[in-house]
């Protein structure tokens, strides 16, 4: 047993490379918690204060030169990529060993015309590069995960699976686009699809548009995020969290519904009570067939 009560830690260690929010510091503890001693790699400018309970550094977007140094020094033999991550690195702040030198016009190309889905594969094989294995960060917090079904108090009546299975159409195409995960349908009809912007800033138009007369005021709406058809799964799963739960109110939205077993809901318990005190759903979808979901007939 170490001095502190927890069991031997492995020899070699998992990072943890940090973006925004919550989710870089619940994988973590979690990892913590199973016997890992977890050191995380924080993006400059995107990930959130981590406290110092964890060995971290604080590493530039595009200085793939400093991280993989960092993964030998450190021992790591496994990498959890999670956090958001605002904006790409621009071409003067990449900074790489002379051994990623053959992946440069992939990267240019990644960087210029490809989408989150293709950029996020190039960093995974740079990181493979350095002899390390990349995990989805489901490996680690399982439990995070969406479940199949409503885990609020409401559930989906049957307008709202119509809103659902054309918001589910909807994000599949943009996916396959490489474009974005989220989409939003009202009364059957697709309002808004998720770009560059983010969740946030789609609901935050949806917000506008009702309030402008371009959106009915009276009738409710549904946001779906899926996973990419083609996304690799160790990277950027969608999530939602108490502020999606909120933005999603204030879009005059009546739920939520996301990629049963594909994607997470952070902060649960919050989520639940947020959406609960809201009287909006919270629902795990099968992407394939979104309108078999059981539906609440009061609704």
Known sequence: ???????????????????????????????????DDPFIIGLVGEA???????????????????????????KIDRVVMSGGVNRRPELLELRGPLR???????????????????????VITIIEAAGCRVVGAQEVV???LAEYGAI?????????????????AAANALG???????????????????????????????AEMRANGRISATRKGVLV????????LRADLPSIGPD????????????????????FVLERETVIEEADRRGLFVVGIDRENPATLSTDSST
């Open 48 to 74: 959130n204060d981590i406290p110092p309970e964890f060995e971290q550094v604080s590493v530039g977007l595009g200085d793939a030169a400093r991280i993989h140094a960092l993964l030998k020094e450190k």
């Open 225 to 232: 995020k899926l996973c990419k058809p083609q996304q690799d």
């Open 142 to 144: 399982p439990g995070l």
């Open 1 to 35: 047993m170490k001095p502190d009560g927890r069991s031997q830690r492995n020899e070699a260690r998992l990072a943890i490379i940090a973006g925004r929010g919550r989710l870089p510091l619940d994988i973590a503890r979690a990892a913590r918690d199973q016997g």
């Open 176 to 206: 396959a686009l490489d474009v974005g995960q989220g989409a939003v349908a009202v009364g059957g009809r697709i309002v808004a699809l998720e770009g560059a912007e983010g969740t946030d800033g789609m609901l935050a138009r949806v």
């Open 100 to 122: 990623l030198v053959r992946f440069l016009p992939a990267i240019l190309r990644a960087l210029s015309s490809g989408g989150d889905d293709k950029l996020l594969r190039m």
């Open 244 to 263: 999606t739960v909120r933005n999603a109110d204030v879009a005059g939205l009546s739920g939520i519904a996301v990629d049963a077993g594909r994607a």
């Open 152 to 168: 609020t108090q409401r559930k989906p009546g049957a307008n709202d699976v119509k809103n659902i299975t054309a918001a589910c």
